[in-house]
């Protein structure tokens, strides 16, 4: 039986209930997988046949070690997703590159750390009466703000990363030049128009496994609200993938140089015959193996495949 090690993080040394939906299937296909703690350094990855990562939630928060961990591992043992595609997608600028390959991702001001940026002229120039600004590394809404030019910032607060140590993020309401200027102080930035479609539709989310679609579902905000993850109130349900969010999630995934594993592909339908792609998601999505009972189980058989044809 080849046993895999599921790479997880300190605060969840058991994975999530949704990964351990994984683990059953995996038992199924012949497969035994061992959650380890990725900066774990009694762990000897190389008696795995195999290192799949799953919940590394804190990777934002120390991403130069974890992409330096990716790397010694893929030296070792096959690797899901692999150390290269963890590099890129770790750091949100990978966005610039679908945007240039023509994927329509949505609208973006990249801004470089250290500048200065007059955030209402920004705003005024691109014709946004709302905006989000967020860090260029982060996860779960981490170091997120939804700004309106003159009012208070909403933030999310949290911890995200400026080079291999932790972003300060104030906690409480500031004003959006303020919210701008303390990420710019510290990392690169995007600023992207507030969509309010989230408010009402949220995120569509496409889930693809070894290269083919497997389900779908949307990620809704708590009202009054617009951050979508369950962590900060938002709910899960299955969703119907329309033509035009597979086209765009086809796309996107067309541009990568191997196949990954597992993807999820999010997408905001400010106009729904239009979708923009707002994250391709390939190291530590949720799978939402809860969605589509079956889909654990596909995936294993693609684990397994994978690990026969080494």
């Given amino acids: 039986m080849p046993t895999v090690a599921f790479a997880t993080c300190a605060s969840l040394p058991a994975l999530t209930p949704d990964d351990r939906l994984l683990v059953d299937a995996a038992a199924a296909h012949g497969i035994e997988a061992v959650p380890c703690v990725w900066d774990d350094p009694a762990v000897a990855w190389e008696r795995f046949d195999a290192v ?76 946004w009466r709302e905006a989000i600004v967020k860090p260029s590394v982060g996860m779960g809404s981490s170091g997120i703000s939804h700004v309106r030019d003159g009012d208070a910032a909403v933030l999310a607060g949290g911890a995200t990363v400026s080079g291999g140590g932790p972003l300060r993020v104030p906690t409480e309401p500031v004003a959006p030049q303020a919210a701008l200027d303390a990420l710019l102080a510290q990392d690169d930035v995007l600023v992207q128009p507030f969509a309010h479609s989230v408010r009402e539709r949220g995120e569509l989310s496409l889930v693809f496994l070894d290269g083919t679609f497997s389900h779908a579902l949307r990620k809704r905000p708590r009202a009054g609200d617009f951050r979508v993850q369950t962590g900060w109130g938002g709910t899960i349900e299955g969703a119907d993938a329309t033509g035009a969010a597979l086209a765009v999630a086809a796309t996107t995934l067309a541009q990568l140089a191997r196949t990954p594993l597992y993807a999820r592909v999010d997408l905001l339908e400010e106009d729904a015959d239009a979708p923009w792609l707002i994250e391709l998601e390939l190291v530590d999505p949720v799978l939402y193996f809860g969605v589509d009972l079956t889909a654990a189980e596909r995936l294993a058989a693609a684990l397994r495949r994978r690990l026969d044809g080494r």
């Fill in 52 to 127: 799949l990562v799953r919940s590394v939630w804190d990777y934002h928060l120390r991403r130069e070690a974890f992409t330096a961990w990716a790397r010694r591992i893929d030296g070792a043992v096959p690797l899901f997703n692999g150390a290269r595609e963890i590099a890129w997608n770790t750091d949100k600028r990978y966005l610039r590159d679908f945007a240039a390959a023509g994927v329509p991702v949505v609208p973006t001001e990249w801004l470089a750390r250290g500048a200065r940026v007059a955030l209402a002229e920004l705003l005024a120039r691109r014709g």
